[in-house]
């Protein structure tokens, strides 16, 4: 196993491409990181996680991965030894009312990186998949070996695509690359768009909580440094080709996970019970066997723990301390 040296990272002002930026450079690799800073969620937020990563190591640059000609050059320029790939536009619920833009971020923007991966080859790419992959899937937990293939959202689907396209340059040109299915990451620094800052605030400005299919849903809550350990472990194993879960192997009820954000934030939640929201799934479980074996960890914060942390930040940040 060794480090990567000169490390690109896609979407570095995002939630886990900061925080995986950050521990790169705390290490003492290189860092290049790009990002559109585009305006699905407030830009101010991605601008105040950049400057978390002022570092004599750290360069940012703001590019858009669906521009091939401003990728190439960067690539050229560079020559990043590793490629982690957190680009792309998320969110489950957005992809039903605006398709177009994960097709250009989700597909466009990665087969351009794949492109620039196959003319000058870093030592690994690892690019962020999702659990949405697994849809409807009603077996429990999910696992990599399982089929994939009815996806619910045209985010899952952008994201099981990249899944074959990054298997295809690996056979084709000797790409070697890994997908990581990231389930329900939260924690300090995280998306606007969800649940913890959505019923933080909701909870601290007095306002319901939209609780969907009636709050019967489950779901695997990673913390967001159990997310960074993980990826950072498989980027340094370099493999052909391979998938990895990278959850928590504990779901938690909609319910509980309510409750426990009521405990951190020392504040009762309203609650508006609403039918299942279209796109969405009753329960997410991962299987986390696969990258126990391959790099020797797997996802372990408690719930409380994590969403205590999560909640010290919400606080102090948007001003509720």
């Known amino acids: 196993m060794s480090k990567p040296g000169k490390v690109l990272v896609t979407g570095v002002a995002g939630f886990i491409g900061m925080h995986c930026a950050q521990r790169l450079l705390a290490r003492g690799d290189k860092v290049i990181g790009i990002d559109n800073l585009n305006d699905y969620y407030p830009v101010k937020?991605?601008?105040?996680?950049?400057?978390?990563?002022?570092?004599k190591d750290f360069r940012f640059q703001q590019l858009d991965v669906a521009h091939?000609?401003?990728?190439?050059?960067?690539?050229?320029?560079?020559?990043?030894?590793?490629?982690?790939?957190?680009?792309?536009q998320a969110g489950v619920r957005y992809s039903l009312e605006n398709p177009a833009a994960y097709?250009?971020?989700?597909?466009?923007?990665?087969?351009?990186?794949?492109?620039?991966?196959?003319?000058?080859?870093?030592?690994?790419l690892v690019f962020a998949s999702s659990s949405s992959v697994y849809g409807s899937n009603t077996k429990l937990p999910w696992s990599e070996t399982d089929n994939v293939d009815h996806p619910v959202s045209v985010y899952a689907a952008t994201k099981k695509s990249n899944e074959l396209m990054a298997h295809v340059y690996s056979?084709?040109?000797?790409?070697?690359?890994?997908?990581?299915?990231?389930?329900?990451?939260?924690?300090?620094?995280?998306?606007?768009?969800?649940?913890?800052?959505?019923?933080?605030?909701?909870?601290?400005?007095?306002?319901?909580?939209?609780?969907?299919?009636?709050?019967?849903?489950?779901?695997?809550?990673?913390?967001?440094d159990d997310v960074v350990t993980g990826t950072l472990r498989v980027l340094d194993r370099p493999a052909p080709y391979a998938v990895y879960n990278i959850g928590n192997h504990t779901p938690v009820a909609l319910p509980d996970y309510i409750r426990t954000l009521e405990r951190a934030l020392g504040k009762?939640?309203?609650?508006?019970?609403?039918?299942?929201?279209?796109?969405?799934?009753?329960?997410?479980?991962?299987?986390?066997?696969?990258?126990?074996k391959a790099v020797g960890f797997a996802p372990a914060t408690p719930l409380q723990a994590g969403l205590e942390r999560f909640a010290t930040w919400f606080k102090q940040y948007y001003g509720y301390a």
């Open 45 to 55: 937020l991605k601008r105040d996680r950049l400057k978390l990563l002022k570092h």
């Open 171 to 224: 056979h084709l040109y000797g790409l070697r690359t890994t997908g990581l299915r990231y389930f329900t990451v939260y924690g300090p620094w995280g998306r606007p768009d969800m649940s913890p800052v959505l019923f933080a605030r909701a909870i601290m400005q007095g306002k319901p909580i939209a609780v969907f299919n009636r709050g019967d849903m489950q779901r695997d809550f990673t913390y967001i």
């Open 68 to 88: 091939p000609g401003a990728l190439e050059k960067l690539f050229r320029k560079e020559k990043p030894r590793a490629v982690l790939h957190l680009a792309a």
């Open 268 to 292: 009762k939640a309203k609650l508006k019970m609403l039918p299942m929201q279209p796109g969405d799934v009753k329960a997410t479980y991962a299987d986390t066997r696969a990258l126990r």
């Open 103 to 124: 097709v250009q971020a989700n597909l466009v923007g990665f087969g351009n990186l794949l492109e620039c991966c196959r003319r000058h080859p870093p030592k690994h």
